[in-house]
DNA sequence: TCAATCATTTTTGTATACAAGAATGATTTT
DNA sequence: AAAATCATTCTTGTATACAAAAATGATTGA
């Protein structure tokens, strides 16, 4: 992976000598991976313990994870994994698709040799991965292919943002299904936007890219629209977070 | 106002029982009109006996600022006001850009009736402001205007991440001039902007606003340029943060 | 039996105490 | 006299103690 997933850390010269740090960086996979769901309470002093320190460094990296958007602090009742509502959920994935738009149309303009050899380098990676069947390969090559675009927008303030956006969305992406052809299409999308890069065709590139992630969106829309009205809907987007695999 | 100027008050129900979220706000202010110049140390103890607290609540305060990007931690060393680079700052007029111009393609598209009055009424404000020859109020009446239009995107999030992002460049916003008719053409592109918006033209109202905010990141360039090999640089620009106008 | 009120307990928010790394300054050595 | 090393002081980072608000549960009243 080249760049890290926090906002900070891709700024500050790396030496985390704060425990908060590790403990928001532990927290905050906890929450990717769903190993703490959404809405979980997050008590104080039951992570102090589990962790072994004490409250402060705690409620320390709880501050930074509600100041992230990650956790949501309700005055004087504590920290819950945020909630995000769906209609909350498509306006974040609308900007994620205008983000993704902006990199890839600086990219078309600023991409460097190096740069496009590695661009296509991860697209193979891609196809790679997809043959060999592998959905987290597949998911990890897909993150690095999208960072390289990042990347080449040679614009670090916009890359971080839509780094950081991307691992917000990353929970709520693999529940995106399933839809067992969406990859094949995927890659044949990502091949259209190597290729509008490479070319220089800036337009294009923001258009396509756009719409890769507007289609996700609308695949995620159309996901949570089926699972509407079932009385088990919370048990059902459980289980498929763990199961669903990779499919972006 | 419309919004308050924090990611999360607008996103949390507010009833700020915390000392340590009128601090961040207090700090917030501070940074933004230069009254903490840029690369000050913010010294816990100090700051704690100016607001009359213990360490805790300034240290969550610093936290907070620190992960929305406005302080730099540095580990055992303390906390800075951050000092952000010329070239990052054009990075972030960037991306600044790109969001208002998804803004106007979006409010294009979704305004309501409504809306639109408000839009024609915030327009109207600002060139009673500019005839006004109050700079403060024209700098109100102008925030309000994009304000506006980052509502009428209905997307929440997005006016969020707008409005996030403009208020950390509003001091180096401050910084940009002068240019004595600068205030005149930007207020014939708000124009073409609010006539793009409410005739539903959603490429040209985002290419009008892309444009609008670019400019200012290029006057912007241009005026550090002027500043550049000047042994005073630092003071001169300090002492124009107090008295330059607002221009945009 | 149900609801409302009050006491108890739990948990957050803040203050203080302590530990450890960094800055500062003096002393010593070359 | 200059530089380096060591002791002292200062500041951050963490732990603990305390205050206050909210959750919980019991008791009382209708």
Redesign the pocket.
């Given at each position: 992976m080249i760049f890290s997933h926090t906002y900070k850390s891709m700024t500050k010269t790396d030496?985390p000598?704060?425990?908060?740090?590790?403990?928001r960086q532990a927290l905050e996979d906890d929450i990717a991976t769903g190993a703490l769901p959404i809405g979980t309470?997050?008590?104080?002093?039951?992570l102090?313990q589990r962790f072994?320190?004490?409250?402060?460094?705690?409620?320390?990296a709880?501050i930074e994870l509600a100041t992230a958007g990650l956790v949501e602090?309700?005055?004087?009742?504590?920290?819950f994994v945020r909630e995000i509502g769906i209609p909350r959920l498509i306006e974040m994935f609308e900007v994620m698709a205008d983000l993704e738009a902006t990199c890839g149309r600086l990219a078309a303009r600023r991409i460097s040799l190096a740069e496009t050899q590695i661009l296509k380098a991860s697209h193979i990676a891609c196809e790679d991965a997809l043959t060999s069947g592998d959905p987290d390969r597949y998911y990890q090559a897909n993150q690095h292919f999208h960072e390289t675009i990042y990347q080449a927008s040679h614009n670090g303030f916009l890359a971080e943002q839509a780094i950081g956006l991307h691992s917000r969305l990353a929970p709520y992406r693999r529940l995106q299904l399933r839809a067992r052809n969406r990859v094949a299409v995927s890659l044949h999308e990502h091949a259209e936007i190597v290729a509008a890069i490479v070319s220089g065709q800036a337009e294009a590139a923001a258009d396509c890219l756009r719409q890769h992630v507007l289609i996700q969106g609308e695949r995620f829309n159309d996901f949570v629209a089926t699972l509407a009205a079932t009385s088990t809907q919370q048990e059902r987007e459980r289980s498929s977070l763990k199961s669903a695999s990779a499919a972006e």
């Amino acid at each position: 992976m080249i760049f890290s997933h926090t906002y900070k850390s891709m700024t500050k010269t790396d030496r985390p000598l704060r425990r908060a740090d590790k403990l928001r960086q532990a927290l905050e996979d906890d929450i990717a991976t769903g190993a703490l769901p959404i809405g979980t309470r997050l008590d104080e002093v039951k992570l102090a313990q589990r962790f072994g320190v004490s409250r402060t460094p705690i409620r320390e990296a709880l501050i930074e994870l509600a100041t992230a958007g990650l956790v949501e602090q309700k005055p004087r009742r504590g920290a819950f994994v945020r909630e995000i509502g769906i209609p909350r959920l498509i306006e974040m994935f609308e900007v994620m698709a205008d983000l993704e738009a902006t990199c890839g149309r600086l990219a078309a303009r600023r991409i460097s040799l190096a740069e496009t050899q590695i661009l296509k380098a991860s697209h193979i990676a891609c196809e790679d991965a997809l043959t060999s069947g592998d959905p987290d390969r597949y998911y990890q090559a897909n993150q690095h292919f999208h960072e390289t675009i990042y990347q080449a927008s040679h614009n670090g303030f916009l890359a971080e943002q839509a780094i950081g956006l991307h691992s917000r969305l990353a929970p709520y992406r693999r529940l995106q299904l399933r839809a067992r052809n969406r990859v094949a299409v995927s890659l044949h999308e990502h091949a259209e936007i190597v290729a509008a890069i490479v070319s220089g065709q800036a337009e294009a590139a923001a258009d396509c890219l756009r719409q890769h992630v507007l289609i996700q969106g609308e695949r995620f829309n159309d996901f949570v629209a089926t699972l509407a009205a079932t009385s088990t809907q919370q048990e059902r987007e459980r289980s498929s977070l763990k199961s669903a695999s990779a499919a972006e």
